[in-house]
């Protein structure tokens, strides 16, 4: 079964420059979700999106925005990288239009990022 | 604001046992509640959703509950294996839609071969 891609999986930054994490849902999944892991530390949430609009909005620093496009891939773009920015990001879909017993979330792999 | 408490933060058990996970949360109108496995430097697998409706579901060896009044979840482990070990995520959604979920700090589990 398709799953959640993310891309890239890895990614090494220098401090104050930009990144773009791209995230695939599952096909027919129409909500995505972002979440921030740092070291030793539980997924945090910073922002989704349903039907290309942003619904809920958690911890996300003003540096950082996402968008999600019209096949429903999203990207997060960070700006003026920080070392505490050193994280896993994940991406999460949930089919949720599609009924409220429909939002499990399923998680991709994660992109981890690296700010030297 | 919602705050998720898993106990214990580690456990080391041999194979074969049952075992408990704990978590808690402090806003008890909840949506739902996802128990989640990550093996390290990996994502996260879904295990269990219970819907806030919901007492309890199942899943091969796994069985979770939920108490909605009381701010608790349980997430039963039968006859362990080496295959299990692995950090166990609590996590609750305080809206339908497309709320994020809030995490707990996991559970650590070892199985001893």
């Known amino acids: 079964a398709a799953g959640v891609i993310q891309s890239p999986r890895h990614l090494i930054k220098e401090k104050r420059e930009t990144a773009t994490l791209k995230c695939y849902p599952i096909p027919r999944h129409d909500t995505v979700y972002w979440y921030q892991q740092g070291p030793g530390q539980d997924p945090q949430f910073l922002i989704s999106f349903y039907e290309k609009m942003q619904s809920d909005k958690g911890s996300i620093p003003d540096r950082f925005s996402a968008q999600q496009f019209s096949d429903y891939h999203s990207e997060l773009n960070m700006s003026s990288l920080e070392l505490g920015d050193s994280a896993l990001y994940f991406c999460?879909?949930?089919?949720?239009?599609?009924?409220?017993?429909?939002?499990?979330?399923?998680f991709g792999a994660g992109t981890r990022l690296s700010v030297l | 604001k919602q705050e998720v408490t898993q106990i214990p933060a580690a456990l080391s058990v041999p194979e074969g046992e049952n075992l408990v996970l704990n978590c808690s949360f402090t806003?008890?109108?909840?949506?739902?509640l996802q128990w989640f496995r990550q093996d390290p430097g990996k994502g996260l697998t879904s295990l269990l959703l219970i819907q806030s409706s919901q007492r309890e579901q199942t899943s091969g060896r796994l069985n979770a509950s939920l108490d909605k009044s009381s701010g608790r979840s349980t997430l039963y482990i039968a006859a362990s294996q080496p295959g299990d070990s692995a950090t166990y995520l609590c996590a609750v959604s305080s809206g339908g839609g497309a709320d994020g979920l809030t995490f707990g700090k996991g559970t650590h589990l070892i199985i001893q071969p």
């Open positions: 806003d008890s109108a909840i949506y739902n």
């Open positions: 999460a879909s949930s089919p949720t239009g599609q009924g409220r017993s429909k939002n499990i979330q399923y």
